[in-house]
């Protein structure tokens, strides 16, 4: 079974409109950290935002937030206020605590801003 | 300034030669990682190390082979066995344990074998 799913293989969205990327998860373990990756097309993959499994609160980082709902085991990205410049594949990983230190991703989601 | 490098960032092959790729970090981290990445595809993971002279086999190690004989160092080396070897590789690290250890990432280096 995959670790990670991501259905939309590409999203579009207007400047300064607010887009969520999807992100299913599957995990028996209790204790798992969730991450999300921006890859623009130079390559280089940047780190966006964490959640913890016994996190309370979904996590945000500026424009970028976390939807975490556990039961559902989704971790659903939200860019509010999108911007050019945010275009680009974003891609959902886990990594949990019985596998060590292995990281699981998703296969990405392209998303294009339009002026 | 800490992070990761990765050299060099294009490289052209001829096909049946083995060629080694660069990666180094000045992170202090005990984890480090390959991933291979076909276009308009996601990360594949190759070899992954948690501590020096240790490795262990990712999701598609067929026709790869790494070292790690320092802390800060893991090259990997694409062989002649390898049957599609032209991708993009990105090299990470991490700390180990839980938390919020993510990954970090080189530049990636492009392969093309031809």
């Known amino acids: 079974a995959q670790k990670i799913t991501q259905t939309q293989p590409g999203m579009f969205v207007q400047e300064k409109e607010a887009v969520t990327l999807d992100c299913t998860y599957d995990t028996s373990d209790p204790s798992y950290g969730l991450f999300w990756y921006k890859q623009p097309s130079s390559g280089e993959m940047i780190f966006l935002i964490y959640?913890?499994?016994?996190?309370?609160q979904n996590a945000t980082e500026g424009r970028y937030s976390l939807n975490f709902q556990k039961a559902r085991k989704s971790a659903n990205l939200v860019i509010s206020a999108s911007q050019l410049g945010d275009s680009a594949m974003y891609f959902c990983?886990?990594?949990?605590?019985?596998?060590?230190?292995?990281?699981?991703f998703g296969t990405g989601t392209s998303l294009t801003v339009i002026p | 300034d800490g992070g990761i490098t990765q050299s060099p960032k294009y490289l052209f092959r001829k096909e049946g030669q083995n060629v080694t790729l660069s990666c180094e970090q000045n992170?202090?981290?005990?984890?480090m990682y390959w991933y291979r990445q076909d276009p308009g595809q996601g990360l594949r993971l190759i070899y992954y190390?948690?501590?020096?002279?240790?490795?262990q086999k990712g999701d598609i190690a067929e026709g790869y082979s790494v070292s790690r004989e320092k802390k800060e160092s893991f090259p990997l080396t694409v062989t002649s066995a390898q049957k599609n070897p032209t991708a993009f590789y990105l090299c990470?690290?991490?700390?180990?344990?839980?938390?919020?250890?993510?990954?970090?990432f080189g530049p990636g280096t492009r392969l093309t074998v031809t």
């Open positions: 992170l202090n981290h005990d984890a």
């Open positions: 959640q913890g499994s016994y996190d309370q």
């Open positions: 990983a886990m990594r949990e605590r019985n596998t060590g230190n292995q990281f699981y």
């Open positions: 190390s948690q501590i020096v002279n240790d490795f």
């Open positions: 990470a690290s991490s700390m180990l344990g839980q938390g919020n250890h993510e990954q970090y």
